[in-house]
């Protein structure tokens, strides 16, 4: 007598039921939850995922423009000597940075090791403010450099600058949206160059481009979102207003 094929199929899920049961009871409870989740994922990571965006045209580093460098130091130190020309015998001189660029030499900073600076062939600027040259560390390369400091109670400050940069190829709309942002506001006091403020959980950051080379200043804040150095924008602008040249020589470029 023939059995019936619905019999046989009770029979052999009766069987991969008890192999199931005996199989769990000896394998240990996170295996199993591995390969139950292995064995029931839809998805398989690709071998190849396309790329994020587009690369760079290109990258290229140009010459830095040292006599510009120079020049603005010595219009900076002009209109400081004919501000304190104008101050009576009657008035109290209190040192205040003069906007612009003025020179300052590595070897008179407390934490910076000279020989840092002197591998930078860009110039190094840092906000020109007491205890900002009191902190300040620098670390540099060839194009690029890093300062790290405190501005205050409260607030740090990092601020780099490089001359390689990567030419990317923009649509029209975004690069619209650049040129309009960077013309909402009068050009950067003192370095006369147009800039931008941008803000993230982390840091309010100020960027430009001066001398053929890009800078950014960061804030970084205890408490960003109520301290009005990083919530707003008049702090960083005046820290980025009055910076001070730690390698007036640009000994790396010779």
């Given at each position: 007598m023939?059995?019936?094929?619905?019999v046989?199929?009770v029979?052999?899920?009766a069987?991969a039921?008890a192999?199931v049961a005996?199989?769990?009871?000896i394998?240990?409870?996170?295996?199993?939850?591995q390969r139950?989740i292995?064995e029931?994922?839809q998805t398989?990571?690709?071998?190849?995922?396309p790329p994020?965006?587009?690369?760079?045209?290109r990258?290229d580093?140009?010459d830095?423009?040292?006599?510009a460098v120079r020049?603005?130091?010595v219009?900076t130190?002009r209109?400081?000597?004919s501000a304190?020309?104008?101050?009576?015998?009657?008035?109290?001189?209190?040192?205040?940075?003069a906007?612009?660029?003025r020179a300052a030499?590595?070897?008179?900073?407390?934490q910076?090791?000279?020989?840092?600076?002197?591998?930078v062939s860009i110039p190094?600027?840092?906000p020109?403010?007491a205890r900002?040259?009191?902190t300040?560390?620098?670390f540099?390369?060839?194009?690029?450099?890093?300062a790290i400091a405190e501005v205050a109670d409260?607030?740090d400050?990092?601020?780099?600058?490089?001359?390689?940069?990567?030419v990317?190829?923009r649509?029209?709309?975004r690069?619209?949206?650049?040129?309009?942002?960077r013309?909402?506001?009068p050009?950067l006091?003192?370095v006369?160059?147009?800039?931008?403020?941008t803000?993230s959980?982390s840091?309010t950051?100020?960027?430009?481009?001066?001398?053929?080379?890009?800078?950014?200043l960061?804030?970084?804040?205890?408490?960003p979102e109520t301290?009005?150095?990083?919530?707003e924008d008049?702090f960083i602008?005046?820290l980025?207003?009055?910076?001070?040249?730690?390698n007036?020589?640009?000994?790396?470029e010779?």
């Amino acid at each position: 007598m023939k059995r019936r094929p619905a019999v046989a199929l009770v029979m052999v899920a009766a069987l991969a039921s008890a192999a199931v049961a005996q199989r769990s009871e000896i394998e240990p409870p996170l295996e199993r939850a591995q390969r139950f989740i292995e064995e029931r994922k839809q998805t398989r990571p690709r071998l190849a995922p396309p790329p994020i965006g587009r690369p760079p045209l290109r990258t290229d580093a140009a010459d830095v423009d040292w006599d510009a460098v120079r020049a603005l130091v010595v219009e900076t130190e002009r209109r400081r000597l004919s501000a304190l020309s104008n101050v009576t015998a009657t008035r109290a001189v209190v040192f205040e940075p003069a906007v612009g660029v003025r020179a300052a030499p590595a070897e008179a900073l407390k934490q910076t090791r000279a020989a840092e600076v002197a591998a930078v062939s860009i110039p190094v600027l840092i906000p020109d403010q007491a205890r900002v040259r009191d902190t300040v560390q620098v670390f540099g390369q060839a194009d690029a450099y890093t300062a790290i400091a405190e501005v205050a109670d409260g607030v740090d400050m990092r601020m780099s600058g490089s001359r390689k940069r990567l030419v990317l190829e923009r649509p029209p709309a975004r690069q619209e949206a650049l040129r309009k942002m960077r013309a909402a506001r009068p050009p950067l006091p003192g370095v006369n160059a147009p800039y931008v403020i941008t803000r993230s959980e982390s840091s309010t950051d100020l960027s430009f481009s001066r001398f053929n080379a890009g800078y950014v200043l960061s804030l970084i804040c205890d408490a960003p979102e109520t301290d009005s150095r990083c919530a707003e924008d008049d702090f960083i602008t005046t820290l980025a207003s009055s910076l001070a040249l730690l390698n007036e020589d640009g000994s790396a470029e010779q």
